[in-house]
Every structure is written in C-alpha cells, then in structure tokens.
C-alpha cells in the first residue's frame, strides 16, 4: 500500500507545486500536479489541503538534545535523540558530532554512533568537531585535547564508526594539514574549516570546501585581512554553516551572508547540544558544565556552548531573518547537504528518492514528518 497526499503545496526542491500530490512507500513513487493525479488500487489517500509539503531536514552539525550527547557513546541513547529530533523537528538525515575530547573517548562516541546508525537509518554520518583546532578559537571546546591533525587517530576513529565520518572541522594552519587534507578528501570526508586562526593566505592554499558555524570560533575579518570568515564568504565553492538562533549570529550578519553567499552555498544547521528540548538550568559538554537560560546555552565565563536551536525554529528563522522564500529555505536546509555529501537518495523530493517530507500547515507549524515512509506526528511527543 502506498500513501497519497493531495491538494497540497510540495516544495520539491526543485520546484513549487501549488496543487500538488505525492505518493510513496519507503520511496517516493510519484509527485505532480492534482492535474496528472491518477489513482491506484492499493492507494492510502488523504487530503491535505491547506499543508505545505517540504523535503525532510539534513542536519550535518548537532552534538545533542533531549537529554542525550553524540559523546556519551550510548547506542541506545543516541537512537531515542535521533526519534526525537525526526519526530520533533523533522530531522530525516542526521550527522551526530563529536566534540574535542580524550581519544579514548571520542572512539568510545564512533563505536556508540556507529551501533545506533545500524539500527536508525536517519543517522547517515559522523561530525567529527576537533580535536584537530586552534587553542586561540577554541569556543567551548576543552584546550587541553587540542592537538595537530593525525592522519592515524582519524584513520582510527573512522573504523571505530564503521566509516561514516563524513565531515571533519579542523585548523588548516596547523602543522601537517595539508597532508590531513589530502588523506581526508580520498576518503570521501569533507574538510571544514573552523575553531581556526587561519589568514586567507593560508586557506587560499587549503582544500576546505566547508566552513563551521559562520562568525563563530573564528579568525574574524580586520580591515587588511579577511580571515577564516572573510574566506568562506568570498569563495563560491565553500558552503557556509548558519546557526539561525538569533544569538550565534545577529540577524543583520545573517542577512548578510545570504546576500554575499546567496542559498545555494548555505547550511541551516542548530549545533545543539543535550539540552534542547530540556528544561532550562544547568547542563553539561564535553566535560564542562553549562548554563541555560533565555534559549542560550553557556560556559561559566559566558562562552556559547553550542545551542538549544530546533530545526524547525532554525528553517522559520531563516525567512525571518534573511528575508528569504520557502523556496530558499528549502535549498539550505535540504537539498545543499544532500549535494554536498553525496546524499543522492536525499535532499528533494523526486521519484526514487526516500520518502523523508515534512508536513506544515499554512502558518509553519510541523504536523507531521514522514521518514522512509513511516509517519511521525507531533502528538507523538
């Protein structure tokens, strides 16, 4: 039996359709105009008008939430976080992230994720954020397991995750990051500049196509020097992560990267951590303890420390914020990851592709998220 949606307004991704359907399964089996809709015997129909239909979100950078932490190395754990954020915030791909830690306990995190992916397809990929960084712009990431890239340890660590490191922020002005670099995009992981004191002499010379939380934990740029963020915004084959809280990122520097950037080179990410979704008050990462109030996560010493940012929030932001269409949004919090990673059954929704949607009413509210095809619905909380 196949689910069918009627009469709702489906971003593709590629395209609006104003009156539109979609029929799936764990893929997409057909989406159009009402004016193609032909039904089918074995066809579970419902009418969906006044639903707006977008791709499933793809979060590449996020440590946590509801409780729950990439580090903590809990299969279980990391398999209930995930649900959630599917169910909640209608996350369909997801890339749990590490943070600078021991090595023996960021293998123990590879092993945990790995565990839970085999179990929880939405989990298609690991983050590995540090511990390859500049002390100088080390945010709320713990100096003393700073070190220069090992080429060994991510070997290592990218066997203990049973190879789904797929992204790693790093400083490329480290000794050896060259070589690093050079290992990593052989391996199919994308190198992200980030936590980094680098000069754009030094990026000019680097193979990073990706850039960490634009503005945050990085050289800023100065009137003769653009610096880590001055790059990322002038080069057109870096795509840039945003963090649309509102707080890592004031709304007129939002807007401004997206007019320097424009939706085709920006990822919507929330680089939460194990506190969204919790109550305020005294939390923990990587070791440290945090402090949340006001939907702001940080140190003793007022330091952001990641974020309580849902997805939902982050995709509403960012047409608040920027300015931009659904249209737009869409782009940047779907279909860019997917192309970036390599994601080819992800990101749009077109015939094949897996059934991962999101459902809205008019307004933006979720209603509903679809992953492969298995429905997750708000009252499920």
Known sequence: MSTVLK????????????????????????????????PLPDDDIH????????????????HGGYGFDAMDGDADQINEMVTKMT?????????CTTMTQSN??????????????EVNPVIQGVHLEGPFISATFKGAQPEQYIKDPDIDLLAQWNEAAHGLVKLITMAPEDKGADEFEAYCLAHGIVPSVGHSNAKREDLLNSKVSHGTHLYNAQREWKHREPGVTGHVMLEDNIYAELICDGFHIVPDMLR????????????LVTDSMRSKGMPEGESELGGQKVYVKDKQARLADGTLAGSVLEFTDAFKNAM????CSIEDAVQMS?????????????GTLEVGKDADLNLFDTNLNKLATYSYGRKFADQEK
């Open 320 to 323: 608040k914020f920027m300015g």
């Open 104 to 117: 023996e306990n960021i293998e123990h995190a590879m092993k945990g994720v790995a565990k839970a992916a």
């Open 256 to 267: 401004l990267a997206y007019e320097v950037k424009g939706p085709e080179r920006i990822e």
């Open 334 to 346: 779907s279909v860019n990851q997917a192309n970036e990673f390599g994601l080819t059954s992800k």
């Open 7 to 38: 009469h709702a307004t489906i971003y593709t991704g590629l395209e609006k359709i104003e009156d539109g359907y979609i029929r799936f399964g764990k893929q997409i089996e057909a989406v159009g105009p009402m004016s193609e809709f032909r």
């Open 87 to 95: 169910r909640n915030e209608g996350i369909t791909t997801y890339f």
């Open 47 to 62: 009418f969906s008008a006044e639903t707006v239909i977008t791709p499933g979100f793809i979060d590449v950078h996020s």
